[in-house]
Protein backbone atom coordinates (compact mmCIF):
# COMPACT_ATOMS: atom_id res chain seq x y z
CA UNK A 1 0.00 0.00 0.00
CA UNK A 2 1.57 3.42 -0.76
CA UNK A 3 2.09 6.00 1.41
CA UNK A 4 -1.05 8.24 0.17
CA UNK A 5 -3.41 5.44 0.63
CA UNK A 6 -1.73 4.81 4.48
CA UNK A 7 -2.15 8.67 5.55
CA UNK A 8 -5.76 8.47 4.20
CA UNK A 9 -6.45 5.62 6.23
CA UNK A 10 -4.62 7.12 9.10
CA UNK A 11 -7.47 10.07 9.01
CA UNK A 12 -10.05 7.68 8.68
CA UNK A 13 -8.79 5.26 11.85
CA UNK A 14 -9.70 8.11 14.04
CA UNK A 15 -13.53 7.66 13.49
CA UNK A 16 -13.99 4.10 12.42
CA UNK A 17 -14.30 2.74 15.63
CA UNK A 18 -14.25 5.04 18.50
CA UNK A 19 -16.93 4.79 21.21
CA UNK A 20 -18.77 8.04 19.34
CA UNK A 21 -22.57 8.71 19.88
CA UNK A 22 -24.87 7.25 17.24
CA UNK A 23 -25.78 10.64 15.85
CA UNK A 24 -22.65 11.81 14.34
CA UNK A 25 -21.23 8.24 13.36
CA UNK A 26 -19.83 8.04 9.98
CA UNK A 27 -18.99 4.58 8.49
CA UNK A 28 -16.34 4.27 5.83
CA UNK A 29 -16.49 1.30 3.22
CA UNK A 30 -13.96 0.43 0.49
CA UNK A 31 -13.74 -1.92 -2.04
CA UNK A 32 -12.28 -1.98 -5.57
CA UNK A 33 -14.83 -2.08 -7.76
CA UNK A 34 -16.40 1.45 -10.15
CA UNK A 35 -19.03 3.25 -7.95
CA UNK A 36 -21.01 3.31 -11.30
CA UNK A 37 -24.22 1.34 -9.98
CA UNK A 38 -25.25 -0.01 -13.15
CA UNK A 39 -22.01 -1.56 -14.30
CA UNK A 40 -20.78 -2.38 -11.08
CA UNK A 41 -21.75 -5.05 -8.22
CA UNK A 42 -19.96 -3.51 -5.66
CA UNK A 43 -21.00 0.19 -6.33
CA UNK A 44 -24.63 -0.71 -6.97
CA UNK A 45 -24.33 -3.37 -3.44
CA UNK A 46 -22.56 0.47 -1.45
CA UNK A 47 -23.97 2.70 -3.14
CA UNK A 48 -27.57 1.52 -1.97
CA UNK A 49 -26.27 0.84 1.54
CA UNK A 50 -25.60 4.04 1.68
CA UNK A 51 -28.28 5.37 1.03
CA UNK A 52 -30.86 3.44 3.23
CA UNK A 53 -28.63 3.84 6.33
CA UNK A 54 -28.50 7.14 5.72
CA UNK A 55 -32.31 7.74 4.91
CA UNK A 56 -33.46 5.12 7.93
CA UNK A 57 -30.95 6.78 10.50
CA UNK A 58 -32.29 10.31 9.73
CA UNK A 59 -29.07 11.19 9.02
CA UNK A 60 -27.79 10.36 11.86
CA UNK A 61 -25.36 7.76 10.39
CA UNK A 62 -23.30 8.64 7.64
CA UNK A 63 -21.74 6.18 4.97
CA UNK A 64 -18.52 7.24 3.07
CA UNK A 65 -17.72 4.79 0.09
CA UNK A 66 -13.95 4.57 -1.16
CA UNK A 67 -14.07 2.71 -4.48
CA UNK A 68 -11.61 2.08 -7.21
CA UNK A 69 -9.52 0.70 -4.82
CA UNK A 70 -8.63 4.07 -3.60
CA UNK A 71 -7.55 2.81 -0.36
CA UNK A 72 -5.60 -0.38 -1.97
CA UNK A 73 -6.68 -3.50 -3.20
CA UNK A 74 -8.65 -6.82 -1.67
CA UNK A 75 -6.18 -7.65 0.68
CA UNK A 76 -5.48 -4.34 1.96
CA UNK A 77 -8.88 -3.79 2.26
CA UNK A 78 -9.38 -6.57 4.81
CA UNK A 79 -6.76 -6.42 6.42
CA UNK A 80 -7.84 -2.51 7.12
CA UNK A 81 -11.29 -3.29 8.19
CA UNK A 82 -9.30 -5.84 10.26
CA UNK A 83 -7.57 -2.69 12.34
CA UNK A 84 -10.29 -0.91 12.68
CA UNK A 85 -8.76 1.65 10.10
CA UNK A 86 -11.98 1.44 7.73
CA UNK A 87 -15.47 0.31 9.20
CA UNK A 88 -16.27 -1.94 6.03
CA UNK A 89 -15.39 -3.51 3.25
CA UNK A 90 -16.86 -5.14 0.15
CA UNK A 91 -14.29 -7.97 -1.10
CA UNK A 92 -14.77 -11.20 -2.99
CA UNK A 93 -11.78 -13.78 -3.09
CA UNK A 94 -9.16 -11.95 -0.62
CA UNK A 95 -11.48 -12.82 2.62
CA UNK A 96 -10.41 -16.67 2.35
CA UNK A 97 -7.09 -15.33 3.33
CA UNK A 98 -7.96 -14.72 6.49
CA UNK A 99 -10.71 -17.11 6.85
CA UNK A 100 -9.73 -20.09 4.51
CA UNK A 101 -12.95 -22.16 4.84
CA UNK A 102 -14.24 -19.43 2.51
CA UNK A 103 -12.54 -20.78 -0.18
CA UNK A 104 -14.97 -23.71 0.21
CA UNK A 105 -17.50 -21.56 -1.96
CA UNK A 106 -14.91 -21.73 -4.63
CA UNK A 107 -15.09 -25.23 -5.09
CA UNK A 108 -15.37 -26.05 -8.88
CA UNK A 109 -18.49 -26.85 -10.41
CA UNK A 110 -19.80 -26.53 -6.47
CA UNK A 111 -23.16 -24.75 -7.62
CA UNK A 112 -25.22 -25.60 -10.25
CA UNK A 113 -27.07 -22.16 -11.13
CA UNK A 114 -27.15 -18.67 -9.20
CA UNK A 115 -30.49 -19.44 -7.53
CA UNK A 116 -28.91 -22.40 -5.75
CA UNK A 117 -25.92 -20.17 -4.76
CA UNK A 118 -28.60 -17.94 -3.54
CA UNK A 119 -30.29 -20.68 -1.36
CA UNK A 120 -27.02 -21.87 0.50
CA UNK A 121 -25.41 -18.35 1.38
CA UNK A 122 -28.72 -17.14 2.79
CA UNK A 123 -29.35 -20.14 5.06
CA UNK A 124 -27.68 -22.44 7.91
CA UNK A 125 -25.04 -22.85 5.31
CA UNK A 126 -24.41 -19.24 5.22
CA UNK A 127 -24.88 -18.55 8.79
CA UNK A 128 -22.91 -20.70 10.38
CA UNK A 129 -20.04 -19.70 7.94
CA UNK A 130 -20.27 -16.36 8.61
CA UNK A 131 -20.00 -17.36 12.21
CA UNK A 132 -17.48 -18.98 11.86
CA UNK A 133 -15.33 -16.43 9.80
CA UNK A 134 -16.36 -13.99 12.34
CA UNK A 135 -14.14 -15.87 15.28
CA UNK A 136 -11.89 -16.30 13.01
CA UNK A 137 -10.87 -13.02 11.10
CA UNK A 138 -12.69 -10.30 13.66
CA UNK A 139 -14.96 -8.93 10.69
CA UNK A 140 -18.75 -9.81 10.32
CA UNK A 141 -20.67 -10.99 6.78
CA UNK A 142 -23.57 -8.80 6.86
CA UNK A 143 -24.84 -10.38 3.61
CA UNK A 144 -23.06 -12.01 0.96
CA UNK A 145 -23.26 -10.51 -2.78
CA UNK A 146 -22.09 -11.95 -6.33
CA UNK A 147 -19.26 -11.68 -8.54
CA UNK A 148 -20.62 -14.05 -11.17
CA UNK A 149 -19.89 -17.62 -12.78
CA UNK A 150 -16.05 -17.58 -14.03
CA UNK A 151 -15.56 -18.80 -17.67
CA UNK A 152 -12.64 -19.49 -19.44
CA UNK A 153 -11.58 -17.44 -22.79
CA UNK A 154 -8.79 -18.12 -24.67
CA UNK A 155 -7.59 -17.08 -28.49
CA UNK A 156 -6.83 -20.59 -29.98
CA UNK A 157 -9.63 -22.43 -30.40
CA UNK A 158 -13.07 -23.83 -28.75
CA UNK A 159 -13.22 -25.35 -25.85
CA UNK A 160 -16.04 -28.13 -25.01
CA UNK A 161 -14.47 -30.39 -23.12
CA UNK A 162 -11.43 -30.27 -20.56
CA UNK A 163 -9.04 -32.17 -23.61
CA UNK A 164 -9.62 -29.12 -25.26
CA UNK A 165 -7.71 -27.32 -22.91
CA UNK A 166 -5.02 -29.24 -22.82
CA UNK A 167 -1.32 -27.07 -23.40
CA UNK A 168 -3.45 -23.79 -23.14
CA UNK A 169 -1.82 -21.10 -21.09
CA UNK A 170 -4.65 -19.80 -18.74
CA UNK A 171 -3.92 -16.92 -16.47
CA UNK A 172 -5.21 -17.36 -12.74
CA UNK A 173 -5.46 -15.44 -9.91
CA UNK A 174 -2.89 -15.67 -7.63
CA UNK A 175 -4.44 -18.00 -5.78
CA UNK A 176 -3.32 -21.97 -5.22
CA UNK A 177 -6.97 -23.17 -5.57
CA UNK A 178 -7.55 -21.90 -9.16
CA UNK A 179 -3.59 -23.44 -10.37
CA UNK A 180 -5.10 -26.52 -8.73
CA UNK A 181 -8.19 -26.22 -10.98
CA UNK A 182 -6.84 -25.15 -14.03
CA UNK A 183 -3.59 -27.66 -13.70
CA UNK A 184 -5.88 -30.73 -12.77
CA UNK A 185 -7.72 -29.72 -16.25
CA UNK A 186 -4.77 -30.15 -18.75
CA UNK A 187 -4.06 -26.32 -19.08
CA UNK A 188 -1.11 -24.52 -17.81
CA UNK A 189 -2.17 -22.40 -15.34
CA UNK A 190 0.16 -18.95 -15.04
CA UNK A 191 -0.33 -16.89 -12.46
CA UNK A 192 -0.91 -13.44 -13.47
CA UNK A 193 -1.95 -10.32 -11.31
CA UNK A 194 -4.99 -8.37 -12.63
CA UNK A 195 -3.55 -5.54 -14.27
CA UNK A 196 -1.46 -7.24 -16.48
CA UNK A 197 -3.66 -9.43 -18.19
CA UNK A 198 -4.66 -7.13 -21.01
CA UNK A 199 -0.66 -6.81 -21.81
CA UNK A 200 -0.23 -10.65 -21.14
CA UNK A 201 -3.36 -11.32 -23.60
CA UNK A 202 -2.20 -9.32 -26.01
CA UNK A 203 1.49 -10.14 -26.18
CA UNK A 204 0.75 -14.05 -26.32
CA UNK A 205 2.03 -14.59 -22.94
CA UNK A 206 -0.82 -16.84 -22.04
CA UNK A 207 -3.61 -17.90 -24.54
CA UNK A 208 -6.46 -17.38 -22.03
CA UNK A 209 -7.71 -16.29 -18.85
CA UNK A 210 -11.16 -16.90 -16.54
CA UNK A 211 -13.55 -14.25 -15.48
CA UNK A 212 -17.58 -13.90 -15.24
CA UNK A 213 -18.70 -12.35 -18.72
CA UNK A 214 -19.46 -8.86 -16.84
CA UNK A 215 -15.96 -8.60 -16.59
CA UNK A 216 -14.77 -9.79 -19.79
CA UNK A 217 -17.37 -7.74 -21.68
CA UNK A 218 -16.19 -4.38 -19.46
CA UNK A 219 -12.56 -4.70 -19.97
CA UNK A 220 -12.94 -5.54 -24.23
CA UNK A 221 -11.58 -9.25 -24.15
CA UNK A 222 -13.24 -9.75 -27.08
CA UNK A 223 -10.62 -7.65 -28.88
CA UNK A 224 -8.11 -10.32 -28.37
CA UNK A 225 -9.49 -13.32 -27.01
CA UNK A 226 -11.91 -15.10 -29.69
CA UNK A 227 -13.65 -17.86 -27.60
CA UNK A 228 -15.52 -18.28 -24.75
CA UNK A 229 -16.51 -21.41 -22.72
CA UNK A 230 -19.34 -21.02 -20.70
CA UNK A 231 -18.81 -23.48 -17.94
CA UNK A 232 -18.95 -21.45 -14.90
CA UNK A 233 -16.50 -23.64 -13.41
CA UNK A 234 -16.41 -20.68 -9.65
CA UNK A 235 -19.54 -19.06 -8.34
CA UNK A 236 -17.59 -16.13 -7.12
CA UNK A 237 -18.90 -14.42 -3.87
CA UNK A 238 -18.83 -11.11 -2.42
CA UNK A 239 -18.82 -10.37 1.10
CA UNK A 240 -19.73 -7.15 2.57
CA UNK A 241 -17.79 -6.74 6.01
CA UNK A 242 -17.94 -4.86 9.16
CA UNK A 243 -15.47 -4.84 11.57
CA UNK A 244 -17.21 -6.46 14.90
CA UNK A 245 -15.91 -4.07 17.32
CA UNK A 246 -17.56 -1.50 15.77
CA UNK A 247 -21.02 -3.36 14.95
CA UNK A 248 -20.89 -4.53 18.75
CA UNK A 249 -20.68 -0.63 19.85
CA UNK A 250 -23.56 -0.02 18.02
CA UNK A 251 -27.00 0.29 19.67
CA UNK A 252 -29.60 -2.05 18.94
CA UNK A 253 -31.18 0.12 16.46
CA UNK A 254 -28.12 1.39 14.67
CA UNK A 255 -27.54 -2.80 14.34
CA UNK A 256 -31.11 -3.47 12.98
CA UNK A 257 -30.58 -0.50 10.18
CA UNK A 258 -27.37 -1.66 8.97
CA UNK A 259 -28.34 -5.72 9.07
CA UNK A 260 -31.33 -4.59 6.66
CA UNK A 261 -29.54 -2.47 4.34
CA UNK A 262 -26.52 -4.91 3.96
CA UNK A 263 -29.15 -7.50 2.68
CA UNK A 264 -30.83 -5.14 0.28
CA UNK A 265 -27.41 -4.40 -0.67
CA UNK A 266 -26.31 -8.25 -1.54
CA UNK A 267 -29.79 -8.67 -3.42
CA UNK A 268 -28.93 -5.94 -5.28
CA UNK A 269 -25.42 -6.72 -6.05
CA UNK A 270 -26.80 -9.97 -7.19
CA UNK A 271 -29.34 -8.23 -9.42
CA UNK A 272 -26.85 -6.21 -11.19
CA UNK A 273 -24.32 -9.05 -11.43
CA UNK A 274 -27.16 -10.96 -13.42
CA UNK A 275 -28.07 -8.21 -15.34
CA UNK A 276 -24.95 -7.32 -16.67
CA UNK A 277 -23.71 -11.02 -17.57
CA UNK A 278 -26.55 -11.18 -19.88
CA UNK A 279 -26.53 -8.30 -21.60
CA UNK A 280 -22.71 -8.80 -21.41
CA UNK A 281 -23.47 -12.13 -23.73
CA UNK A 282 -25.14 -10.21 -26.25
CA UNK A 283 -22.36 -7.84 -26.49
CA UNK A 284 -19.77 -10.77 -26.37
CA UNK A 285 -21.43 -12.45 -29.63
CA UNK A 286 -22.27 -9.02 -31.40
CA UNK A 287 -17.85 -8.49 -31.20
CA UNK A 288 -17.47 -11.97 -32.59
CA UNK A 289 -16.84 -14.04 -29.77
CA UNK A 290 -17.55 -17.76 -30.91
CA UNK A 291 -19.53 -19.12 -27.57
CA UNK A 292 -19.55 -22.64 -26.40
CA UNK A 293 -21.90 -24.26 -23.92
CA UNK A 294 -20.55 -27.81 -23.25
CA UNK A 295 -23.31 -30.38 -23.05
CA UNK A 296 -24.56 -31.55 -19.19
CA UNK A 297 -22.26 -34.85 -20.24
CA UNK A 298 -19.46 -32.37 -21.17
CA UNK A 299 -19.91 -30.30 -17.93
CA UNK A 300 -19.83 -33.52 -15.90
CA UNK A 301 -16.06 -34.06 -17.24
CA UNK A 302 -15.31 -30.76 -15.93
CA UNK A 303 -16.59 -31.51 -12.98
CA UNK A 304 -15.23 -34.82 -12.79
CA UNK A 305 -11.96 -34.00 -12.86
CA UNK A 306 -11.80 -30.64 -11.70
CA UNK A 307 -13.28 -31.69 -7.99
CA UNK A 308 -11.07 -34.05 -6.65
CA UNK A 309 -8.28 -32.11 -7.27
CA UNK A 310 -9.34 -29.03 -5.65
CA UNK A 311 -10.69 -30.70 -2.84
CA UNK A 312 -7.69 -32.86 -2.39
CA UNK A 313 -5.59 -29.38 -1.90
CA UNK A 314 -8.61 -27.79 0.47
CA UNK A 315 -7.78 -30.72 2.57
CA UNK A 316 -5.13 -29.49 3.72
CA UNK A 317 -6.35 -25.91 4.07
CA UNK A 318 -9.54 -26.26 6.16
CA UNK A 319 -11.19 -28.97 7.98
CA UNK A 320 -13.01 -31.80 5.58
CA UNK A 321 -16.35 -31.18 7.70
CA UNK A 322 -16.44 -27.59 5.67
CA UNK A 323 -16.44 -29.20 2.53
CA UNK A 324 -18.95 -31.76 3.19
CA UNK A 325 -21.40 -29.49 4.45
CA UNK A 326 -20.56 -27.26 1.34
CA UNK A 327 -21.36 -30.33 -1.25
CA UNK A 328 -24.73 -31.58 1.10
CA UNK A 329 -26.22 -28.01 1.31
CA UNK A 330 -25.83 -27.32 -2.56
CA UNK A 331 -27.64 -30.85 -2.81
CA UNK A 332 -30.83 -29.76 -0.71
CA UNK A 333 -30.77 -26.52 -2.44
CA UNK A 334 -30.97 -28.80 -5.52
CA UNK A 335 -33.14 -31.02 -5.09
CA UNK A 336 -35.83 -28.02 -3.67
CA UNK A 337 -35.58 -26.33 -7.26
Same mark, same amino acid.
Given at each position: ???????????????????????????????????????????????????????????????????????????????????????????????????????????????????????????????? /????????????????????????????????????????????????????????????????????????????????????????????????????????????????????????? /????????????????????????????????????????????????????????????????????????????????????????
Amino acid at each position: MNLTKKITLGLLAAGAISSVSAADLTLTIGHVDPQEWTTSKKGAATEVFKNLVEAESGGRIAVNVYPSSQLGGETDLVQSTQEGMLSMTMVSGAFAKVCKEAAVLEIPYLFPSAPVAWEVLDGEFGKA /LSEHCLKASGLRTLSYGETGFRNFTNSKRPVAEPKDLKGLKIRVQTLPLYVEMVKALGAEPTPIAWPEVPSALTTGVVDGQENPVSVIEANKFYEFQKYLTLDGHVYGTDFLLINEDLYQS /LSDEDRAIIDRAAKVAGTLGRAVQQFNSAKGLKSLAANGMQITTPTPAQMAMFRDIAQPAVINWLKGEVQPEWIERAQMSVKVASNSK
